[in-house]
């Protein structure tokens, strides 16, 4: 399988698909969440987006659907194009899919030997590699601390620092290798975990994204539509929360005369959904997935 939907039926029906509705899935990938939105519509539109060329040999025959091969910051631009704005719906599965990981040679997995590469978009130019071997000792420690929340993010910096010395770091075995020297006993795997995650986010722009589509979605939605959103980690988790509760990602409260918050949207899941254990034993990647689901005003 090239991915296995995460909380599909919980994000398929908090999207309240109308049969003549037009939705987008942000993150095509196998096609699973765009699969099931199909079912619901009769005279609807569905457009999916993924910035991955290996996503394209999923894309769907039916008059009813259009793949777009880009990244979903581009969402507002390419809705325009097509004549689709305003949309009803819009849906996205963040982070990496299985598909990605279960390639070594893509470099986004702790357990395959690869190369340092976990670019989702191949066309665009930095990699892990780059980022391990080029970025200076400090610019790391700032990457760990902030995206991989790793607590001795200045001792992996400065191991990374001392091994590229003496020769390149090529491959993800090497980067293991190093990094486990810093990870505490018996808790290696959740280490390197937070080391890819910082990486990964890094190569991709993915907390720069993210924010640049939330505040498209918000253009792009009709007045009633639904944005629902599964995250992977507590970084994305926190600026999907705050853009839903108060309209901007620091999570500033603005209220009008009478005491009311001022947001352009009605949070429709009060706590984010997480997954039942029936589907993290089929997929443990659920396991850390959670959906917020919010209406436009």
């Not at 899935?25 to 910035?51: C, M, N, P, V, W």
């Not at 190093?178 to 018996?186: D, F, M, Q, V, W």
């Amino acid at each position: 399988m090239y991915h296995r939907p995460v909380l599909l039926n919980e994000s398929i029906e908090l999207l309240n698909i109308q049969p003549g509705g037009v939705y987008v899935d942000a993150t095509f990938g196998g096609g699973g969440h765009s699969k099931e939105i199909l079912k619901r519509l009769e005279s609807g539109k569905l457009i999916a987006f993924d910035q991955d060329e290996d996503a394209a040999a999923n894309a769907i025959e039916d008059p009813r659907f259009t793949f777009v091969n880009h990244n979903f910051r581009f969402i507002k631009n390419f809705l325009r194009l097509h004549k689709q704005v305003p949309v009803d719906g819009i849906l996205a599965d963040l982070g990496v899919s299985s598909h990605q990981i279960d390639v070594p040679a893509r470099g986004f997995s702790t357990r395959s030997e690869g190369a340092l590469d976990m670019r989702m978009d191949r066309r665009k130019p930095l990699t892990a590699h780059t980022i391990i071997n080029t970025y200076t000792e400090e610019k790391l420690v700032g990457l760990f601390r902030m995206y991989g929340e790793i607590i001795n993010a200045r001792k992996l910096a400065s191991r990374i620092a001392e091994s590229r010395r003496e020769k390149e770091i090529a491959s993800t075995t090497e980067l293991v290798a190093i990094a486990k020297t810093c990870a505490a006993k018996g808790k290696e795997n959740k280490y390197l975990a937070q080391v890819f995650q910082a990486l990964r986010i890094e190569v991709n722009q993915e907390a720069e994204i993210l924010e640049e589509f939330l505040l498209h979605c918000l253009d792009v939605l009709r007045s009633g539509g639904r944005l629902a959103v599964i995250s992977y980690h507590s970084l994305e988790d926190k600026k999907v929360k705050n853009f839903f509760r108060t309209g901007n990602f620091e999570g500033e409260l603005k209220k009008d005369f009478y005491g009311n918050i001022l947001s352009p949207w009605e949070v429709v899941t009060r706590k984010g959904i997480v997954a039942g254990e029936k589907e993290i034993e089929l997929n443990s990647r659920a396991r850390s997935a959670r959906l917020r689901v919010a209406e436009k005003k």
